[in-house]
């Protein structure tokens, strides 16, 4: 199973960006997708899951109304859109993917996802 993320970058505040993760190795349309992240010194925390068939989504409080995850599962790719950034967004953010069996209230934790990509760095600055 591979997932690699990419579209990382630095950005100034108030700026966009779109990170994409692409899938293989793993029947990508029965599988929930995340996104998280990770900033200096602090744990992982959950961003941004979307279910296998596309129709729930959940966002962390931080960043919602800001992000949007998507997913595009005829390209086995999921997409996280960045919008109005600040510079608390600065982190490595990582795709990574669960069981589709899993419901909504199993999105936030970082131990329910088997699989994780090696991570893009995003860097928003003031």
């Known amino acids: 199973v591979q997932l690699q993320a990419s579209g990382g970058g630095l950005v100034q505040a108030g700026g966009s960006l779109r990170l994409s993760c692409a899938a293989s190795?793993?029947?990508?349309?029965?599988?929930?997708m995340g996104w998280l992240r990770q900033a200096p010194g602090k744990e992982r925390e959950f961003v941004a899951a979307?279910?296998?068939?596309?129709?729930?989504?959940s966002y962390a409080d931080s960043v919602k109304g800001r992000f949007t995850i998507s997913r595009d599962n005829a390209k086995n790719t999921a997409y996280l859109h960045m919008n109005s950034l600040k510079p608390a967004d600065t982190a490595v953010y990582y795709c990574?993917?669960?069981?589709?069996?899993?419901?909504?209230?199993?999105?936030?934790?970082?131990?329910?996802?088997?699989?994780w990509g090696q991570g893009t760095q995003v860097t928003v600055s003031s």
């Open positions: 190795g793993l029947t990508f349309s029965n599988r929930n």
């Open positions: 990574a993917s669960q069981s589709q069996w899993y419901g909504s209230r199993r999105f936030t934790n970082p131990s329910n996802y088997a699989y």
């Open positions: 979307i279910d296998w068939s596309g129709d729930t989504t």
